[in-house]
Structure formats: C-alpha cells, structure tokens
C-alpha cells in the first residue's frame, strides 16, 4: 500500500485506512425502501381515488346539463334564479319558472335547477317523491 496517498491525520478520519480498521457496517436500506415505496403507494392511490370522485362528479354535471339543455326553453334564463324542470305525459321535458307546489295537476316535476355565471346548470333539490339523485 502506497503510504504517500494516505492521508497524514490517520486518527481523524471517518473511515478505516487499512484492513486492520474496524468493519464499516452499511445502513440496511430495504426497510427504509419499503416503507417509503408503501408510503408512496399510499399517497398516489388517494390522489387517483380523488380523481376519480371528481371525474364522476363532473360526469354527473355533464349528465344534469344533457338533461336541462335538451328540455324545452322558452325564456332566457338569467344567472341565480332557481328553474323548475318538468316532464309532460308525452315524454318531452320543458324548464319552467313556476315551482311544483303551484301546479295543482301538471306535469311530472324532475328538479330545481339553477345556472351559475359559467352557464353550468347547478341541481339544487331532486324530487322528493323519487328519492333519489339525478
């Protein structure tokens, strides 16, 4: 062994110089690997269900606004003003201004809907007979 590159401060090093020098034992590693990729696995699995609850949402909105837009319009809706949608007996739908309890017999009510400044059609009650969502 060539004493020349050697450092001059044996004492002072943190790693062994010669094979006499105690056995440098490594960290093991797979623990940590294993923790950290189950941690990561974790973080992203939420991320992608968090992805899917908000890609169904925006589905279920696309699916209201199929609903309301292909109904029957005979007036400009104006931003905040809550609509009635309606259902006759001969299948076809028609958004209304007149809320269900003013009707004493009428058409099949369907929801109450309102529209944001987007121009996004926002369900805001779902009828009570059905008991459902849209």
Do not use: C
């Not at 001059?8 to 490594?26: E, N, R, V, W």
């Not at 949608?85 to 028609?94: A, E, G, I, P, Q």
């Amino acid at each position: 062994m060539d004493e020349d590159l050697l450092p001059k401060d044996k004492h002072q090093m943190t790693y062994g110089t010669s094979t006499l020098a105690p056995k440098i034992d490594l960290p093991d590693t797979d623990g940590f690997k294993r923790h950290t990729a189950d941690k990561v696995k974790k973080v992203f699995t939420k991320k992608l269900e968090e992805i899917k609850q908000e890609f169904d949402d925006t589905m279920k909105k696309v699916e209201l606004n199929k609903l309301v837009l292909s109904a029957e319009i005979r007036f400009e809706p104006k931003t905040g003003i809550h609509y009635y949608l309606y259902k006759r007996d001969n299948d076809t739908t028609f958004l209304s201004m007149i809320p269900p309890n003013e009707w004493k017999t009428g058409p099949t009510y369907l929801g109450t809907f309102v529209i944001n400044s987007d121009g996004v059609w926002e369900l805001i009650q779902a009828p009570l007979e059905r008991g459902e969502d849209f």
